[in-house]
């Protein structure tokens, strides 16, 4: 039995909202869902790990939710006559994070994962409830590091680092143990066998034990894949959940097609490392990537949408269904994809880049940027039309701006009219056979690096703003040559295919490409991975829920 009587004290102020009593009429329509239970003092009625969970209303009595652990129970919480137990995972399907069981006998209503889905699609205002009860308790949890994951490791090791990202990233709660500061550490190395060279090491459930295991070994031992069918061939399958692959799940699910989700790493995509989004419509004070993301995919799957933790690694397209393979082997079916792989923007090879991007480090100038950096000196790095543009319009509002360039000079790279511009702008400083050498800096970027290339010499800037415009690279090598791509690999898509690339690629109907539609009939780009698309998040959620209707139209034809 759980020890302490008192549940851990919550760190957000609503508990009104983490822990809603309903009214008499809102149980009674979700009793109409599900089913009424009578039920033992001790019985459990969800076991951590447990799949598909269901969700219970408490009529009367008290049910607790406990993290088991090797040595003691932690109580979570205590669910009392008019609450609800459940978090995110009942709606993904993933594995329970806690052990629920009855301090009483108690009456219930107990809901299956399906009608959970069914009532939160039907009704808006137990929606509203139950949709911000979960998220609120999975972020709760999130900061308390309650979950079915412990990390042991050091904050010296870059391993230990990428973990943290990664389950950080997939919005997963783990406790983390610091082999230097943990006065614990000891015991558990005792208790699972392991010792200070096997980190970062992360157990599951209490129960297995990995050493330094790769992001897929951990979602495979957390369970993140599952609850998802893998065999049945979807109405539509979306590869990647970037922006505008979650708006493209969001639409899709929405209206009613039974949508897969594949994603490398984690839903948000490049959206996802960018601390704050503030040019992103209807939040005027800016949202970091990552609540964009977990909103966006939470509300995927509030609708039915599934999402596989995988890489698409080849595309069969010789005949329909399509087929995605996967790095495991499997072969995902589909009678329509929307490839939202998006872009991989080049990134300089300096160790600490990632602490500094969006602090300091930016891939795009927009207004947004240039407003931060307004009367400052700042660097741009690269030699292209976008580097060229970006150094031309800073120019106007920052004190000065430095171009650093690998090569000798522009001629080769960048358009003429741009050359002259940066040649006539007396606050732009060309940098040839320059490159960063180190960045360096605290909550932002303050000194930068650089260095000759020629004569070796390095200088040390007071410089706090740098953007890196050295081109994005498609994530469309995995394509298998089955669609016509752009000359710099991005995907060609509706009025961009020329009616001799559709002949070549064997276009095999009368009308053309739909918009967002590549030269294979029923499958579509969008976003950053579409050639010609306008690099925001904004467009590739526009891009994503516009291909939905697409599908539709194909799904009819
Ligand atoms: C640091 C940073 C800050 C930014 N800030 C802003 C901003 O403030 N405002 C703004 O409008 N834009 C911003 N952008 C640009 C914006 O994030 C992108 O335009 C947007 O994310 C593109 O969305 P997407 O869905 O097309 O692609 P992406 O975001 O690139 O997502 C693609 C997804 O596909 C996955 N994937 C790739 N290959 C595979 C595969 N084979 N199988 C399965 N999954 C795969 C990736 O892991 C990724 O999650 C920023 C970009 C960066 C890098």
Not at 444 to 459: C, F, S
Request: net charge neutral; with cysteine.
């Amino acid at each position: 039995m759980a020890e302490p009587t008192t549940p851990l004290p919550l760190t957000a102020s609503r508990a009104d909202q983490i822990f809603p009593t309903l009214t008499p009429a809102q149980i009674r329509r979700i009793a109409a869902h599900g089913r009424a239970r009578s039920v033992r003092t001790g019985e459990v009625l969800v076991e951590q790990g447990d799949k598909s969970i269901p969700l219970f209303v408490v009529i009367s009595g008290e049910l607790e939710a406990v993290r088991p652990s090797c040595a003691h129970e932690t109580l979570i919480t205590i669910v009392r006559p008019g609450q609800f137990t459940g978090e995110v995972n009942t709606l993904s399907g993933r594995r329970a994070l806690a052990r629920i069981r009855a301090r009483q006998p108690s009456e219930v209503i107990e809901l299956a994962r399906q009608e959970v889905l069914g009532l939160v699609q039907s009704d808006g205002e137990l929606s509203q409830i139950l949709m911000r009860a979960f998220i609120l308790r999975r972020a709760e949890l999130f900061t308390q590091g309650i979950g079915d994951a412990t990390l042991v490791g050091s904050n010296h090791s870059a391993d230990t680092l990428r973990i943290k990202e990664f389950l950080t990233r997939n919005g997963h709660p783990y406790t983390y143990i610091d082999v230097e500061r943990d006065a614990d550490v000891e015991h558990l190395f005792e208790h699972f066998h392991v010792s200070v060279a096997d980190i970062p090491v992360v157990i599951c459930r209490g129960e297995t034990v990995l050493r330094n295991p790769t992001n897929q070994e951990i979602a495979d031992c957390l369970g993140f894949n599952q609850a998802v069918d893998q065999a049945h061939a979807r109405d539509l399958v979306i590869v990647g959940a970037g922006p505008a692959g979650l708006a493209a799940a969001v639409y899709g699910a929405s209206e009613g097609l039974d949508v897969l989700l594949l994603e490398t790493y984690s839903p948000g995509g490049q959206a996802g490392s960018s601390s704050r989004i503030e040019n992103y419509l209807g939040f005027p004070s800016g949202i970091s990537g990552n609540n964009l993301a977990a909103r966006a995919y939470i509300q995927a799957q509030k609708f039915g949408a599934e999402m596989l933790l995988a890489k698409g690694t080849r595309l069969t397209c010789d005949r329909k269904p399509y087929v995605v393979e996967l790095e495991n082997g499997s072969r995902i079916p589909a009678r329509a994809i929307v490839i939202a792989t998006g872009a991989d923007y080049r990134k300089l090879a300096i160790e600490n880049l990632a602490k500094f991007e969006g602090i300091g480090i930016y891939y795009g100038a927009t207004f947004v940027e240039a407003q931060v950096c307004k009367g400052e000196e700042v660097i741009v790095v690269g030699g292209g039309n976008s580097a060229g543009q970006a150094a031309v319009f800073l120019s106007e509002s920052t004190k000065h701006v430095f171009v650093l360039i690998r090569s000798a000079g522009l001629a080769d790279t960048m358009s003429r009219y741009l050359i002259r511009r940066i040649e006539q702008t007396p606050n732009i400083t060309l940098m040839p056979l320059t490159e960063i050498a180190a960045l360096a800096g605290g909550d932002h970027l303050e000194r930068v690096t650089w260095r000759n290339n020629q004569t070796g010499r390095t200088e040390e800037k007071n410089i706090r703003h740098v953007f890196v415009m050295t081109g994005a690279v498609p994530n469309t090598t995995w394509l298998n040559g089955c669609l016509v791509l752009d000359s710099k690999g991005f995907i060609k898509t509706g009025p961009e295919l020329s009616a001799e690339e559709l002949n070549t690629a064997n276009w095999p109907l009368t009308r053309r490409p739909y918009l967002l539609e590549t030269s294979l009939p029923g499958i579509f780009a969008s976003g950053d991975v579409r050639g010609g698309n306008i690099k925001r998040v904004a467009s590739a959620v526009g891009e994503g829920s516009i291909a939905i209707s697409f599908v539709h139209q194909l799904l009819r034809d």
